[in-house]
């Protein structure tokens, strides 16, 4: 059984590294944390509950949630999912990302979606109020295993500009990554977020646009691209990052504490 994520905290002291390499991630998630800072945001642990309540908060700027981070409709759980939350000088919620983990070692992507399983604790019921999902892209067959969605990205309106982009999403895809050795990282992109550049910015290596449609309560329609990247990938990817940042390796000691 998972044990339960962090639901408050900074990231510096839920630093426990339990899979990859300690040095490079140890090195990421502190830098990433003082990045943040630098953006004016600071960065803690918060529940479902705290990120529900920003986005109703937010309505103005933010649509309702998928499905697949509400605990009543979703059956997302504690120990399946974690959010961070950004809060500017002042306290403010400025800024989120959340994880969830699926594992499907015997089914896909394409069948979990196309089921409502992924997005519904009861997709009978999600069927019977019309809600539907259509995948069209031969890729959802192959995503299986231990599988993240990262999603809930918002950013309030005047700390839009700041690259958050380029931070936030790390940090979700590399502490799912430490938790859970996941397989692949997902996540559910509209088009003209895709268009803005925002799945670059977060760094993922591949994109499909277009590639889905969801009819989902209470969202309404959405037609979707998929991002996605596999765990050598993602690795890869911090290391590039740590690279073009020119960091030290002055989150080892720090990490192998946290190992430990």
């Not at 809600?131 to 295993?145: F, S």
């Not at 977020?193 to 969202?219: H, N």
Request: proline share 5%; net charge negative; charged share 25%.
């Amino acid at each position: 059984m998972q044990e339960p994520l962090p639901t408050s905290g900074r990231l510096p002291a839920h630093l426990k590294i339990k899979h990859g390499p300690v040095g490079l991630l140890g090195r990421f998630f502190l830098w990433a944390d003082s990045a943040a800072r630098d953006r004016g945001v600071t960065l803690s642990f918060g529940s479902l509950q705290d990120l529900f309540e920003a986005n109703r908060a937010n309505s103005d700027s933010w649509r309702p949630l998928v499905p697949v981070f509400d605990e009543a409709l979703g059956g997302v759980t504690p120990e399946t999912a974690f959010v961070l939350i950004g809060r500017s000088h002042d306290g403010e919620v400025v800024a989120t990302q959340a994880a969830r983990l699926y594992d499907w070692p015997e089914t896909s992507l394409k069948d979990e979606a196309m089921s409502l399983r992924m997005f519904y604790a009861d997709p009978d019921a999600a069927f019977a109020r019309e809600d539907r999902c259509e995948v069209n892209t031969p890729t959802a067959e192959k995503i299986a295993g231990r599988v993240v969605f990262s999603g809930a990205i918002w950013y309030r309106r005047d700390f839009r500009g700041k690259d958050l982009g380029t931070i936030l999403p790390r940090i979700s895809r590399a502490y799912a990554f430490t938790r859970w050795h996941s397989d692949f990282t997902i996540g559910l992109l509209g088009n003209g977020v895709i268009a803005g550049g925002l799945a670059e910015r977060a760094g993922y290596t591949k994109v499909e646009q277009g590639c889905i449609k969801l009819m989902a309560s209470p969202l309404g329609e959405l037609h979707c691209g998929l991002a996605w990247m596999q765990s050598d990938e993602l690795l890869a990817d911090l290391a590039a990052i740590m690279a073009r940042a020119n960091v030290p390796d002055i989150g080892l000691r720090v990490a192998e504490e946290a190992k430990n």
